[in-house]
């Protein structure tokens, strides 16, 4: 009886039931009909469905191939779909420095400069060397042309709930972080040449959707490069030099400490670039490398937190507390790289003392 077709009066009797019972089992339904003298099985019940919503989905099928046909204008609609994204993207270009991925410095000098490129301070955490912090501002601080670079995680800010236990380990509440984080860019704001964000200021944003950083860091006082990969081109009297932040980078190797940089050199769409910096893995260090006939550098900022429960407990040893220097010069495009600011410091002085000889 499965295959036979249905009679009208069979299928005016079935969708009543149904409509009248919808919680019912085939079988159920199987009964009522037999009742009545048609002898349909569960499974003839079943097929009868089944086919009813194949014939719905063919039928809507039909009705919109009729609207897209008729209805629909693929060219209009994506013309609109460009237009709505254009004015969506002026939006963003304009209030939003995500954008603005090239910042220009000219610093007017005929004299070498140095910068010490800072980052991942954790301000707050217990092992944060904050004394030798405190020095190393101080120091470049007080000299003419030293400047200081300053990447992300400037404080620990552990407000996220899987690591708030970690707040716990420190004295510094993380609203003092802030304010610690805020008297270091007002008493060396002169001695800055850019200020970044890592992931550890990003916190604010996950946990309150708006960016405590971007805030505090005044925009007039500071080039800030924000949490996206960005570049300062900084002009040295007549030297441009191409710098390429970015707190952290793919393709990094545990056997080839600087492969990252390289590989971003490599892919990046901006050319050309002399110096490629990262961050966040708190291992400092420097490399030499050689791209298109010249030379470009490769520096891991170090940390100012020299120990790490966490990373000892993966099997990481001690942070080391290289900060890269780099001396560039204003005459010629020449670039001297240093493990330690306070070897700068001596450059630059060695520098001066021949000069005046
Ligand atoms: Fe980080």
Redesign the pocket.
């Known amino acids: 009886m499965a295959g036979n077709l249905w009679s009208d009066e069979e299928v005016e009797f079935i969708k009543k039931l149904r409509e009248e019972h919808p919680d019912y089992t085939n079988n159920q339904l199987s009964d009522l009909m037999k009742c009545k003298g048609y002898n349909r099985s569960s499974e003839s019940i079943r097929h009868f469905f089944r086919g009813n919503i194949k014939k719905s989905k063919v039928i809507f099928e039909q009705n919109s191939r009729e609207k897209f046909e008729n209805g629909f204008d693929p060219e209009q609609y994506l013309q609109e779909l460009c237009k709505i994204q254009d004015e969506k993207f002026n939006v963003f270009r304009k209030h939003d420095n995500i954008f603005q991925k090239i910042s220009k410095i000219n610093i007017n000098t005929d004299k070498p400069i140095a910068i010490s490129f800072i980052s991942?301070v954790h301000l707050g955490n217990p092992f944060c060397d904050v004394a030798r912090l405190k020095k190393t501002l101080d120091a470049i601080h007080n000299e003419e042309n030293m400047y200081i670079a300053l990447g992300?995680?400037t404080i620990d800010n552990f407000i996220i709930q899987k690591l708030i236990s970690q707040t716990d380990k420190t004295d510094i509440a993380v609203y003092k972080q802030w304010m610690l984080f805020k008297y270091i860019l007002e008493e060396y704001q002169d001695s800055f040449l850019y200020v970044g964000l890592?992931?550890?200021e990003e916190f604010t944003k996950k946990m309150a959707l708006i960016s405590a950083q971007d805030i505090f860091v005044d925009k007039n006082k500071f080039i800030y490069t924000g949490s996206n990969g960005t570049y300062v081109f900084v002009t040295v009297g007549n030297e441009e030099y191409r710098i390429s932040i970015n707190?952290k980078l793919k393709y990094n190797s545990v056997l080839n400490r600087h492969h990252a940089h390289k590989r971003k050199y490599d892919l990046a769409s901006i050319g050309d670039l002399d110096i490629i910096t990262m961050?966040?893995l708190h291992e400092g260090g420097l490399e030499t490398f050689w791209r298109h006939g010249k030379k470009r550098l490769a520096l891991s900022c170090g940390t100012f937190k020299l120990f790490d429960e966490f990373g000892e407990s993966l099997g990481y040893d001690h942070a080391n507390n290289i900060i890269p220097t780099v001396i560039l010069y204003p005459d010629s495009h020449r670039m001297v790289a240093l493990e330690y600011y306070e070897d700068a410091i001596i450059y630059l002085k060695g520098l001066e003392h021949s000069v005046e000889k």
């Open positions: 991942d992300g995680d890592g992931n550890h707190h961050e966040h």
